[in-house]
């Protein structure tokens, strides 16, 4: 599968997950919960992690988002995956695993 393809078919399956349920859940957050930091992982200005943002991220379960550092999907979306990294020491959450 040529990639526009696999990237076209990323997408697609995140807007049905996004508007499938509310309460869809990535690694103990909600989907829309991980948009509130999607202006902090976006390039090339990237905006300080929010409050609401960091508060997502107190509550998830790090490790999990770790796995998703080399996926596809990140990119897909405009994140850039190394940004995302920076997220937990920017929010402050002590303990969190370094991916």
Not at 72 to 85: C, H, Q, R, V
């Amino acid at each position: 599968m040529e990639a526009t393809k696999k990237a076209a078919l990323v997408a697609l399956i995140l807007v049905l997950v996004i508007h499938s349920s509310d309460a869809q859940t990535i690694c103990k957050v909600t989907v829309q919960g991980l948009m509130a930091c999607r202006g902090a992982v976006t390039p090339p200005n990237p905006a300080p992690p929010t409050s609401a943002c960091c508060s997502v991220l107190k509550n998830a379960d790090l490790k999990c988002l770790c796995s998703y550092k080399n996926s596809t999907l990140l990119p897909s979306l405009g994140i850039d995956p190394k940004l995302a990294l920076q997220l937990p020491s920017k929010c402050k959450i002590p303990n969190a695993p370094t991916c």
